[in-house]
């Protein structure tokens, strides 16, 4: 494997050779980071998102330096999860594709920061379709064309937003709703074999994409003074705890968030209380 992949070497591959992943967003930031280590780890992975060029750029670079013997074990599409025949399309692609569906990661998301009083309903159903409904209709489809009958475990992630979210009210509230669908998902479906967890990452995994989504190169730098372990998280670090939750290491965990923010969530947050009108 090329040197410049960073991957966890925690994990014993014989856990996961053979099984066959599915990582929304999986082609940058923290999704890029699931996908280099599913791969390492004998996965055969189906990324997928809205930028087609994107993704199948990062595709093509994952073949030749995570898997240069193996290249067909990563597959791309195009797939906005906001859109129900894109989803159905995404699952029963990937069956046909590989064969059955192991794992599913549902990275793929984002927002806008805005107060909320700003917030137009066209940008809040934006951020709520694609972080809440999203993951629903990516979790519903899978569980209806596979994991009822097989198993199988999901990972969502989700944010830091146990004090409220100030400026980012929309991505707060769709992140609350998949913390808890992932509790009921969780019950309803454990008799079938499928576990649902969550993962939420603090706000300063440093991600080149994402910091360019918010035209700000030091975006999670900006959280450092309220961040008690005083520096960036990376997205390896996250990858690593998706791993976990979908190895058989958890195989009693399911309907748990676990925070990988070391300890910000306890801590004060970054926004500031403005002055009365
Ligand atoms: C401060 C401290 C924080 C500190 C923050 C520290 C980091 C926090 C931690 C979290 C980190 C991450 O999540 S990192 C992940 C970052 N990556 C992403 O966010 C990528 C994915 N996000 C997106 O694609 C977008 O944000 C999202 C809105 C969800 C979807 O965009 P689309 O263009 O597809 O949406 P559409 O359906 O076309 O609707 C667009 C409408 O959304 C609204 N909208 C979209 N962008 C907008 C913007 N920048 N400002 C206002 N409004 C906007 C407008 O109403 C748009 O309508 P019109 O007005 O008609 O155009
Ligand atoms: N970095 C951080 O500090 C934190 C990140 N998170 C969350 O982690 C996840 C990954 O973020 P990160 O890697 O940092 O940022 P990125 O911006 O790199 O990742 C977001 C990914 O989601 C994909 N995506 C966005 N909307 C859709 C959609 N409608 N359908 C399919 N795919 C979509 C994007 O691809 P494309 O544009 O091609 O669709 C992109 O690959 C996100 O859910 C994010 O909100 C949570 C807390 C903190």
Not at 13 to 27: H, N, Q, Y
Not at 101 to 128: E, L, M, R, T
Request: hydrophobic content about 40%; overall charge positive; aromatic content about 6%.
């Amino acid at each position: 494997m090329a040197a410049a992949v960073k991957v966890s070497s925690v994990f014993r591959k014989s856990l996961f050779k053979g099984k066959v992943a599915i990582v929304t967003g999986g082609g940058t930031g923290i999704g890029k980071a699931i996908t280099q280590e599913l791969l390492h780890l004998g996965c055969k992975v189906m990324i997928a998102s809205r930028n087609i060029e994107r993704i199948q750029k990062a595709a093509e670079e994952m073949r030749s330096t995570v898997v240069p013997n193996k290249p067909t074990n990563l597959a791309h599409m195009q797939c906005n999860i906001r859109k129900e025949d894109n989803v159905k399309d995404l699952i029963s692609s990937t069956l046909k594709q590989f064969g059955k569906i192991d794992y599913v990661v549902n990275n793929g998301g984002g927002q806008f920061p805005s107060p909320a009083s700003n917030i137009s309903v066209k940008g809040w159903n934006a951020v709520i379709d694609t972080n809440l409904t999203g993951t629903f209709i990516v979790c519903r489809e899978v569980y209806n064309q596979w994991m009822e009958q097989n198993g199988g475990v999901i990972v969502n992630i989700i944010a830091d937003m146990w004090k409220g979210f100030p400026t980012m009210s929309h991505t707060g509230a769709a992140r609350a709703g998949v913390d808890n669908l992932t509790k009921t998902l969780a019950i309803e479906w454990a008799p079938d074999g499928v576990r649902v967890n969550s993962v939420a990452p603090g706000s300063f995994i440093y991600s080149e994409t994402a910091a360019a989504n918010y035209g700000d190169s030091k975006i999670f730098h900006h959280m450092l003074d309220v961040v008690p372990v005083k520096r960036l998280g990376t997205p390896e670090e996250v990858s690593s705890c998706v791993c976990y939750l979908l190895s058989p290491a958890a195989s009693l965990i399911s309907g748990e968030t676990v925070k990988v923010d070391g300890a910000a969530s306890l801590h004060n947050t970054k926004y500031e209380i403005r002055v009365s009108k």
